[in-house]
């Protein structure tokens, strides 16, 4: 009788238990998954953007075609990379080919703004100008969203490797997030800092 | 039936909940008993000798208490995240605030402006990508940790009056505590399940034993039956569970609806989503697991039952659509708009009398926990009238942050320089740049606009991680202390910011009720009453009394005036922790008394609405646009 109890009681908990772990890691890659669309809503605006920029300049920068083009390139193939990130932020190649693409772009974007400076003219266009500030403004909450995810992600990533959640990870299918790294943070901040 | 006393009304059915709980586990105890009695009685050697075996009984008991209790516990720990925890578990999507999609865009608009409308926090919004059909919930404990979820359909289908419709709805399922009770629904429901999932795990390995010792013990035989047993046993006490489900949740879909239309004044926008989903050809039931477990949660049925009279949690679309056309055709909807226009005239009859802006409180009083179209209207006005880049900075998580830095900033230029600095120095310059380019948008709005404007910017503020959460608090706290005084101003915006994002970001309980005597809370009311009469345009001393009059106490003489400069914030926290932990009559009264201590000298000034402002947010109850 004695023996009956216990083995429906350790059942009861054998059963809750891994149910409880579960649910734990939903919660959290939940958790990151939200920070990811926070990110995407940005990334979408600055591409964006990015294409009335280039018009913009190119009726001043007639000779700098190149760099314009290069930077549409960038543009354009950032925007397919987080396209198919959108889908599932929890594959870790996916992000890292995000995050050479976001800085392919960066560096790309911040040549131009290099460039732009010997343009006076193109500095005191209006809507350059405007444009420019809602760029800056993006790359900052970009920014800012790319932090909350990276916490969330360590967060997931640590809670996915205690013991003994790390037993019941794999089976159920919950593999290692990565973070949504951008190797250089000056060339990041280099195109914000151009000041018109 | 007022927000406070459906409130209270709520914890009571949860209790008579819990009664029936009790008697259906009192009864799978007792069956598991004598199956347990005549299965080991008949297999093993003992043969029955007594119906009554009290070692065996107490065994059973035990083990049955003891899987329904983890089940249920479980479970409602599990959902003590609040509204959240159960979209997730449902598989829902967190719409972005910052969303560009026309349609989650619509959708946001439609929840911010009831909610500004009705003073309660904007629920975390969640979508269903999976379900194409039309179909809503609501779940959550209180106004602070509330969700509402739709399904792609829902978004795609529905015009905006319709949606409106659906929207109201679950408003008003979140106003009338139902979601309280739904989540004690699922932690019940789940403790009977376990029994039943047990019976099948113990049937199975029973046979499995079988096989492999073949038939060594003869025990085994009894085992399966004993899981089969269980099976049938956690089974039956399923379908009780399913019938108290659908019978707490049915009455309560036509009391949502019936609000939905009082809410928008507009019974066309709710009956054309019930239309829509009596025409689809999708069904409104869903493909989520979980759907069965939830489905009194939902705006429609959400999982189809041949017993439908019996297991229905929701009535037929026809009857709901019936009551609503009655509701319509119902001329006393028009008496009571006709007598509310009277009651409007008399008011404003008055206004011109003392050519005051004059605020009616049983007006307000009746208001809290419900919407009125013209508030509705008014918020929706609100909203539109936001410069861009404040709307925009509202629906993410840097500008929201960034929005209230800015409107901390003193305006005296030495302290705004250090105060920026503080900001560069603990934020970034990311934020600095942020602030001060909202600084100059801000000065367009409306002083009284700004802490309902804080209000909006809650969502966006717990999409934060608890690292920049830790930040923001911190920063916060400095740059209300940077001229070395608080203001009325940055204590509510403070208070309001905290005490919704605590819920996130601390994992802070629900106060339990502890208080339902007024006159025990003599010393805190009185504080609180005091610090909204000194800050009357009129004579403090009759604002004090005006509030003191409506108190429904015999000793008055518990409540004294207590002067100003002992009306400290300090003081005032350690009021409101109490207060907050008071039944809704409790609330009701204090909420009443403040409001006619401000009404008393007949003009509502902003220092009195922002303390009644931060007074009613860190109690948890609704206070409307006024």
Known sequence: MTFTIILLVILAILIIWPVSIYNKLVALRNRFKNGFSQIDVQLKRRYDLIPNLIETAKAYMKHERETLEAVITARNQAQQVEKSVADNPADPAAIQKLAGSEQALSGALGKFFALSESYPDLKANQNMMQLTEELTSTENKISFARQAFNDAVMNYNTAREKFPNVLFANIFGFSAASQFQLESPDVERQAPKVSF | ?626
């Open chain 2, 1 to 626: 039936m007022d927000f406070f006393s459906t409130q209270d009304r709520t914890r009571s059915t949860t209790r008579k909940l819990i009664f029936i709980y009790i008697i259906a586990i009192i009864a799978l105890d007792i069956s598991i008993y004598f199956v347990t009695l005549i299965i080991f009685g008949v297999a093993g050697d003992m043969g029955i000798s007594s119906f009554w075996i009290p070692e065996l009984f107490i065994g059973v008991s035990f083990v049955t208490l003891a899987i329904i209790s983890i089940g249920t516990i479980f479970r409602v720990y599990q959902l003590k995240k609040g509204g959240s925890a159960v979209a997730e578990m449902l598989g829902g999507r967190k719409v972005s605030m910052s969303s560009t999609d026309f349609n989650e865009q619509r959708l946001i608009n439609v929840v911010e402006e009831m909610s500004i409308a009705a003073g309660i926090p904007v629920p975390d919004l969640y979508v269903l990508d999976n379900e194409p059909s039309i179909n809503a919930f609501a779940a959550g404990y209180s106004t602070r940790d509330a969700a509402v979820g739709v399904t792609r359909g829902t978004m795609e289908q529905l015009n905006r009056d319709e949606l409106q419709g659906v929207i109201a709805h679950e408003f008003s399922h979140i106003f009338n505590g139902d979601m309280r009770i739904n989540i004690r629904l699922i932690g019940i429901l789940n403790g009977i399940l376990l029994i039943h999932l047990m019976g099948s795990i113990i049937m199975r390995s029973g046979a499995y034993g079988r096989m492999g010792s073949s038939g060594k013990n003869k025990n085994q035989g009894g085992i399966i039956i004993f899981g089969i047993a269980l099976l049938i046993i956690g089974y039956i006490g399923m379908l009780f569970g399913r019938i108290i489900q659908s019978a707490v949740s049915r009455q309560r879909e036509y009391l949502a609806d019936a609000a939905a239309v009082q809410y928008t004044r507009n019974p066309d926008g709710l009956a054309g989503a019930l239309h829509k989903i009596a025409a689809s050809v999708e069904k409104p039931t869903l493909n989520d697991a979980h759907a069965m477990e939830l489905s009194h949660l939902f705006f429609s049925k959400s999982f189809k039952s041949g017993l439908d009279s019996l297991f229905a949690t929701h009535p037929p679309i026809d009857k709901r659509i019936e009551a609503l056309g009655s509701a319509l055709s119902q001329e006393d909807v028009m008496k009571r708009s006709a007598s509310k226009k009277r009651s409007k005239n008399q008011t404003k009859s008055q206004d011109s009398d003392k050519g005051h802006n004059i605020m009616d409180p049983e007006w307000i009083l009746a208001a809290i926990g419900t919407i009125d179209s013209q508030q509705l209207s008014k918020a929706g006005n609100i909203l539109a009238g936001l410069p861009q880049p404040v709307k925009d900075a509202i629906h993410e998580p840097l500008g929201a942050e960034s929005l209230l830095f800015a409107m901390l900033l003193s305006g005296e230029i030495e302290i705004e320089t250090n105060q920026i600095e503080q900001i560069k120095k603990m934020c970034g310059s990311e934020t600095e740049f942020a602030v001060l380019s909202l600084k100059q948008h801000l000065s367009k709005i409306k002083p009284e606009w700004k802490l309902p404007i804080v209000e909006i910017a809650i969502p966006s503020l717990k999409e934060m991680s608890e690292e920049q959460f830790g930040r923001f608090r911190s920063t916060l706290s400095e740059l209300i202390n940077a001229d070395g005084k608080v203001t009325l101003f940055e204590y509510a915006l403070e208070k309001i910011v905290t005490h919704q994002l605590e819920v996130v970001y601390s994992k802070k309980a629900d106060p339990e009720i502890t208080h339902a005597n007024l006159n025990k809370l003599g010393g805190e009311i009185s504080l609180l009453i005091s610090a909204i009469a000194h800050e009357t345009t009129g004579n403090p001393e009759e604002a004090w009394n005006a509030a003191i009059q409506t108190l429904p106490v015999k000793l008055k003489e518990e409540f004294t005036f207590i002067k100003q400069s002992d009306c400290t914030f300090d003081a005032v926290d350690q009021a409101l922790e109490e207060l907050g932990k008071s039944s809704g009559a409790i609330k009701k009264s204090f909420l009443n008394a403040a409001l006619h201590s401000i009404a008393q000298d007949g003009i509502s000034n902003r220092k009195e609405m922002e303390w009644v402002r931060a007074m009613a947010a860190a109690i948890d109850s609704p206070l409307p646009l006024m």
